[in-house]
């Protein structure tokens, strides 16, 4: 069994930036490609950023390019997301997620195990 939990959320101000952390249980983290999700009120789960095993590829959500980047530290088995210049419509709980296999999937159903999700409020 793997648990994922995040942290780093908050109440910001749009321009802000945050760091969201997701640390994994578990010895085989640095194996897996991990994800980032998010659901704002209202609305479907939506992927944010994926990284593969070794953080040398990353893919992102259109809207928070060039805005958030997605790392990892395979020696902490943590993911982070370093969130810039956050909007109004970043608002969300943000959760982090496991990939059992393969890498690149947008699609929630193909990961396996997820965090708790922290909150992300952005004032404007």
């Known amino acids: 069994q793997v648990q994922l939990e995040e942290s780093g959320g908050g109440l910001v101000q749009a321009g802000d930036s945050l760091r969201l952390s997701c640390t994994a249980s578990?010895?085989?983290?640095?194996?897996?490609?991990m994800g980032w999700f998010r659901r704002a009120p209202g609305k479907e789960r939506e992927f944010v950023a994926t990284i593969n095993w070794s953080g040398s590829v990353k893919y992102y959500l259109d809207s928070v390019k060039g805005r958030f980047t997605i790392s990892r530290d395979n020696a902490k088995n943590t993911v982070y997301l370093q969130m810039n210049s956050l909007k109004s419509e970043d608002t969300a709980v943000y959760y982090c997620a496991r990939l059992p296999a393969g890498f690149g999937s947008r699609w929630p159903g193909d990961y396996d195990f997820w965090g708790q999700g922290t909150q992300v409020t952005v004032s404007s």
């Open positions: 578990g010895r085989t983290f640095s194996s897996f490609t």
